[in-house]
């Protein structure tokens, strides 16, 4: 059974920067696509983007695409979101989870869900 748990979240100011990371335990997650959502109080999870497998291919979400970018170390079982020009909007609860392909893009075709890391941004 893997487990997935996001850690560095945290507090920024507006066009700051954060990086995430998801990392795997119990297993490698090297031959799966991993993507990122975020839940902001009261709304629903939001896709944010995937990367594939290998690392080579990534899709956006288009509220964050420029900004944001996934990538993924399969040695170190971790997957990472760089979130750069931060905006109020982006605050949310982040999660990782595994996805059925790179292709996915809606909840119900990931799974292996993380607890979250909260990403708080101020204006």
């Known amino acids: 059974q893997v487990q997935l748990i996001e850690s560095g979240g945290g507090l920024v100011q507006t066009g700051g920067s954060l990086r995430l990371s998801c990392a795997a335990s119990g297993r490698t997650v090297s031959t799966y696509a991993v993507g990122w959502f975020r839940q902001a109080p009261g709304k629903e999870r939001e896709f944010v983007g995937i990367v ?3 690392g080579s291919v990534t899709y956006y979400a288009d509220s964050v695409k420029g900004r944001f970018t996934i990538s993924r170390d399969n040695a170190k079982n971790t997957v990472y979101l760089q979130m750069n ?3 109020p909007e982006d605050t949310a609860a982040y999660y990782c989870a595994l996805g059925s392909s790179r292709y ?3 909840s119900a075709d990931f799974g292996s869900w993380g607890q979250g890391t909260q990403v708080t941004v101020s204006s």
């Open 52 to 54: 594939s497998w290998s």
């Open 85 to 87: 020009n931060l905006k």
């Open 104 to 106: 996915a893009r809606a």
